[in-house]
């Protein structure tokens, strides 16, 4: 394969987070790193149960945004305002309580601006996106 070649198959729009529908575009600019750094990853695979009704059915849950088999764990992104990123830590806890063996990594808004910092995008793109 020649450079060129090699050069347009890791170009983001032929990865495959070009073709999955993600609820916000900081997956998909997530994606798009995982995607250039060759990293195997899924998109909201699971969805743990974290509360049930009376009867046994779960009646709230926590569907992590990407699973990444190779490093066996979850990634979940937070790039909302803090209203909404309080509910999810209180959800967060929940999983980790009830599913203390599931690896989460959360990323917060600070930390993901730094990761498309460090691999030269512009942190202003968020708010674009």
Not at 17 to 31: G, I
Not at 58 to 80: I, M, N, Q
Not at 93 to 112: H, I, S, T
């Amino acid at each position: 394969m020649s450079s060129a070649d090699s050069h347009r198959a890791s170009h983001p729009s032929v990865q495959r987070a070009a073709s999955v529908r993600f609820a916000h575009p900081s997956e998909r600019l997530f994606a798009a790193l995982l995607d250039v750094h060759g990293v195997e990853w899924e998109y909201e695979p699971v969805e743990f149960a974290l509360d049930w009704g009376e009867d046994g059915s779960p009646s709230s849950g926590f569907r992590p945004d990407f699973w990444l088999p190779a490093e066996g764990c979850f990634v979940e992104l937070t790039t909302a305002d803090q209203r909404l990123v309080t509910r999810k830590n209180a959800k967060i806890r929940r999983l980790r309580q009830l599913y203390p063996d599931v690896a989460l990594v959360v990323v917060y808004q600070r930390d993901f601006r730094a990761l498309l910092v460090g691999n030269g995008l512009d942190p202003l793109a968020l708010r674009a996106a």
